[in-house]
């Protein structure tokens, strides 16, 4: 068997799990939520938190806030390890509607409210070989993007969204607002920001024959 039709199998299978989890999750209980949660901003319809489907790798994941820190590594002057409140606490906060596609077909617009990710990071101190940056979620997920996307771009780490905290079913404490980005791209949990200079580093479901880019307007597949 070559090597183009292994890879395809393989996709057509990631593929299969997805639609299943997505048809599965229909009709669950409704997610508490912390505070009243916004439909319209500025004139614009919002989707609602509970419009999502759940398609993550190991179900919600429910972290403790007292006991959860960011974790920044790699190729970065400063390591070290950071609490939610200081995180949220020391960097200027932004709101932005944004849309997530996903690959099994559906959308939501959400307003998204958090800090700037190279606000986050870059008191690290990333070292000038560093061209890659991995994100690690609680769950195991990991997926990556070139320094520049994450760095150069208002890329914002949400802690909120339609004004309300983050459900632990919508990643709390915090997710990925990957812009122009397929779904998968937009991590939720995170734990770990690592800088690196593998290029060729693939997460949970690029190593499964998905795009590493996982640009909207690009190839869905590798």
């Known amino acids: 068997m070559?090597?183009?039709?292994?890879?395809?199998?393989?996709?057509?299978?990631?593929?299969?799990?997805?639609?299943?989890?997505?048809?599965?999750?229909?009709?669950?209980?409704?997610?508490?939520?912390?505070?009243?949660?916004?439909?319209?901003?500025?004139?614009?319809?919002?989707?609602?938190?509970?419009?999502?489907?759940?398609?993550?790798?190991?179900?919600?994941?429910?972290?403790?806030?007292?006991?959860?820190?960011?974790?920044?590594?790699?190729?970065v002057e400063s390591p070290g390890s950071y609490t939610y409140d200081e995180i949220v606490d020391s960097n200027t906060r932004y709101s932005k509607v944004v849309t997530l596609y996903c690959v099994e077909g559906w959308d939501v617009t959400i307003l998204w409210e958090g800090l700037l990710f190279s606000d986050v990071a870059a008191g690290a101190g990333p070292l000038s070989e560093a061209t890659v940056i991995i994100l690690?979620?609680?769950?195991?997920?990991?997926t990556s993007f070139p320094i520049e996307y994450l760095m150069e771009n208002d890329i914002i780490i949400a802690y909120k969204m339609n004004d309300i905290t983050l459900p632990p079913e919508r990643g709390f404490p915090f997710q990925l607002v990957a812009e122009s980005k397929w779904g998968y791209k937009w991590i939720k949990w995170i734990t770990e920001i690592e800088f690196s200079n593998d290029t060729d580093y693939e997460g949970y479901w690029e190593s499964r024959g998905y795009s590493n880019s996982g640009d909207l307007d690009g190839s869905l597949f590798d």
């Open 2 to 75: 070559n090597t183009r039709l292994i890879v395809g199998l393989t996709v057509l299978a990631g593929v299969v799990v997805l639609l299943i989890n997505g048809l599965m999750s229909r009709g669950g209980d409704a997610i508490e939520l912390n505070g009243v949660e916004v439909r319209e901003y500025q004139g614009q319809n919002l989707s609602s938190v509970q419009d999502f489907r759940e398609n993550s790798i190991k179900g919600p994941q429910f972290i403790d806030v007292d006991t959860y820190s960011l974790k920044i590594s790699g190729l």
């Open 136 to 142: 690690y979620a609680e769950d195991g997920y990991s």
